[in-house]
C-alpha cells in the first residue's frame, strides 16, 4: 500500500465522515435521579433516512433534542459532524441553521401567513438589522415562494396558519425546515394524528427532499410499517433503551442489532399502540 507523507505545512479545512451523527453510550436525566435514556449508541450515514419508533414516554423526543444540542446528555458523547451539540457553545451555534428541527407542536406562529412562517428559516443568513426587521431580500422571498410550491402548498402563501388543516401546517413546518438549507432533519412525529393517506404525503415529500437534497432524515414515528416503510435502519426505543436496530433490504428485515425476535414479533411491537 502506497503511503503518503505528511509535512508540517499540510492543512485542512474539513474532515469528511460517512457517519454524519454519532452516539456513544448516552445516558440522560431531567431530574438527576431517573434516566430518560440509558447507554444509547448510534451511528447514522450521511444521506440516511433514519426512523426512531417507540411508545409513549420511551426517550424518542429526548433524542432529538440531544442532537439539536436543546439538551446535554448526562454522560456519554455526541458528534454531529465532529462537532458536540450544544445550543451554548459558539461552535455549534455556527452549524445550528444545517439541523432543521420540527418539534411535535410544529412551532408555527398562527396569526403569521405561510409565507411569513417559511420565511423565519431565512432568518440565519440575515443581518442583524433585517432580523431585526425581519426585512428579507427579494431573493429569500422567491425562494420561499418556490419551496413553497415544492411542498403542495402554492395559492396559499398570505392564508394565516391557524386557518391550515392539520396536514396544510405540518407541510408549512417542513418548508419553513428546507428554508434553513439543512443537510440534517429532525422531525418529532411529524405524521402523528394524521390519517393514512395525508401521512404517506407528508412522508413522500420528505422522501424526495432527502434524496434530491441529500438530506439526512431522522424521524420520530409510533408506526412501525411506516417507519420500515421509509427508513434506511429504524431503530426501536424501550424504557429509554434501545432494543433493537433493523432495516429493509428487498423483501427482508435485516437485524443489525441482536434482538432475537422474529419479524412477526417486531410488526406486533406497536400494533396496539393508541394514537396521539
Known sequence: MKQIQMTKTTSFSLINTKKIIQLNDIWTSYDSKNFALEGINMSIDRGA???IVGQSGSGKSTLLKLMNGMMIPSKGTI???YVTPNIKDKKFKKMMHTIGYIPQSLGLIKNSTVLENVLIGALPRLSTIQSMLKKFPE??????KKIIKQVGLEGKEDRKAYMLSGGEKRRVAIARAFMQKPTILLADEI????????AREIMDLIADAQKRLNLTAIMVHHDMQLALEYANRVAVIKEGQKILEIGVEGDTIVDFQTGDMTTDQIMEMYKDEPKK
Open 79 to 81: 458528534k454531529i459532524d
Open 191 to 198: 405524521v402523528s394524528e394524521l390519517d393514512h393517506v395525508t
Open 139 to 144: 431573493n429569500e422571498v422567491q425562494e420561499a
Open 49 to 51: 433516512n433514519y426512523a
